[in-house]
């Protein structure tokens, strides 16, 4: 088991960045896929990036593409989303998790979540 702890949210002025951070838990860190999703008020849970075990691959949704890099490193147990050139539309509250094996741009996949960070981008 695993649990999780996001940072590094806040209000960002259009244009801005934010960096964010998944403290986890436990020593199996290495042996989860990662990933970063999002929810907007009265929106369904949205993915956003996901990194594999080792990191050498990562992957984003169209929305966030060339704006978002997601990373993790296996020796602090933690994962990072670096997020850039926000947008008001970006505004939601930030969950990363963590994932035994499934499809890892389905929320449903995912074994263990965090509470969440909010994330409030002004135009």
């Known amino acids: 088991q695993v649990q999780l702890v996001e940072s590094g949210g806040g209000l960002v002025q259009a244009g801005g960045s934010l960096r964010l951070s998944c403290a986890a838990s436990?020593?199996?860190?290495?042996?989860?896929?990662m990933g970063w999703f999002r929810q907007a008020p009265g929106k369904e849970r949205e993915y956003v990036a996901a990194?594999?075990?080792?990191?050498?691959?990562?992957y984003y949704a169209d929305s966030v593409k060339g704006r978002v890099t997601i990373s993790r490193d296996n020796a602090k147990n933690t994962a990072f989303l670096q997020m850039n050139s926000l947008k008001p539309e970006d505004t939601a509250v930030y969950y990363c998790?963590?994932?035994?094996?499934?499809?890892?741009?389905?929320?449903?996949?995912?074994?263990?979540w965090g509470q969440g960070t909010q994330v409030t981008v002004s135009s």
């Open positions: 998790a963590a994932l035994i094996s499934g499809i890892y741009n389905n929320y449903r996949s995912y074994d263990y």
């Open positions: 990194i594999t075990r080792s990191g050498g691959s990562t």
């Open positions: 436990g020593r199996t860190f290495s042996t989860y896929v």
